[in-house]
């Protein structure tokens, strides 16, 4: 039988694996507006094709955990993941960019699945005190997934060649056509290695025996509404903290070409190091929480975080880009800590609870479009606005939960 501490890094494995995938979205937006010609808020489409899925999946991935069990959803997870990255060979062959976004739902159906299953396992897998802390460390390797998904992809699918629209109009219509489909070739590779990793992982997992995690209510009593009252809150933090992480990341290569005149693959690179920040900041989290309570830090993370955005907004040059990178750090702990907040207390609920929580991810697919309908219209620099204003929220929800809950 496979201990806990066995079940634990085989399951923070998975935090790894679907880091890759989140995070190659930031080099496809950029790299997919210029291989098939896309303004801000199509390019955008990126992440609502990829977060849509966790609304209309998340429901359906906790009724089948419900019934067959978590190893079931990882299983499961699995198999989806990787289909939808071997979907990517025929979208870059074809150079469709419905085709693109319906493999990058397939992924994130996938990764639905392993987060409604990954998360509240590793949270109610052990002391329920420490929860916050055993998520936001294995939510670190998150990180490191994160900052290797930015700095290969920029290496192995950004050509670091980008061209003006006057030179686009001024080249012949073959030589453009030829630029135009090697650049979206360049994805095929990397999606499908990814592809292979995740079903040697599917094959280890059927493998193995977890153990099971049974609800301490035994089914029975009624909903305790303060911990339903504090998940209806966690779900609108997670829904903008969503929403505000990928916003940042997704236009970060185009803001830094923007406003401080970085090219892509140096902008690439800025953004694997942010990321790096971002899994450090996880670590980081995961210690302080032994001295500092969970919502007192994610509220000065929030603080930090309007402030930094707030300085991206109204400077220009490396000091907005350094900005920005300074909020890929602060939102380190985020999500996990909302997340282990947010279902404190449901009990028999907590499956139910989860997939709420997953489904309020669907934010990553509202947001940036938002942005990129800013940005269009107003400039880059403004659509930064949107993330701060969910800083905002995040704030809000940290205070709240602060406090002693009244019945």
Known sequence: MTNTRTAIALVTSLFFLWALAHNLNPIL??????????????????????????????????????????????????????????????AATLRSYP?????????????????????????????????????????????????????????????????TPAQEAAMPAAELDAYLA??????????LIIGLIVLLAAVLFV????????????????????????????????????????????????????VAGFGEQDAADLLATGLLLFMIGRFVGSALMRWIGAPALLAGCALANIALVSVAVMTSGATA????????????IMFPTIFSLSIDGLGRDTKLGSSLLVMSIVGGAIVP???????????????????????????VFARIVSKPQRP
């Open 207 to 258: 493998r193995v025996q977890l153990p099971e995690i049974v609800d301490d209510s035994g089914g029975a009593g009624e909903r305790d509404p303060r911990s339903w009252r504090r998940l209806k809150l966690g779900v609108l933090a997670q829904f903008c903290y969503v929403g505000a992480q990928v916003g940042v990341a997704s236009f970060f290569i185009r803001f830094a070409g923007q």
């Open 321 to 332: 880009v350094y900005a920005l990178l300074g909020v890929e750090l602060f939102m380190s």
């Open 182 to 191: 090697n650049e979206a070739l360049a994805v095929r590779m990397p999606y």
């Open 369 to 395: 479009p938002l942005m990129g309908a800013i940005s269009d219209r107003h400039g880059l620099q403004l659509a930064y606005l949107a993330p701060l204003a969910c800083f905002v929220v995040v704030l």
């Open 99 to 163: 085709f693109f976004l319906s493999a990058l739902f397939v992924i994130a159906s996938g990764l639905t699945f392993l987060e409604t299953a990954a998360n509240p396992y590793i949270s109610v897998l052990g002391d329920p005190g420490s929860a916050p802390r055993r998520l936001n460390f294995a939510q670190a390797f998150n990180g490191l997934g994160a900052a290797l998904a930015a700095y290969l992809g920029g290496r192995f699918i950004l050509s670091g060649t980008a061209l």
């Open 29 to 90: 937006i950029p790299h997919l507006r210029k291989a098939l010609q896309l303004n801000d808020l199509r390019s955008a489409l990126v992440d609502s094709a990829f977060f849509i899925a966790y609304f209309v999946m998340a429901l359906p991935a906790g009724a089948l955990m419900k019934r067959f069990g978590y190893k079931a959803g990882i299983v499961g997870g699995l198999l989806l993941f990787a289909t939808g990255t071997f979907l990517f060979w025929p």
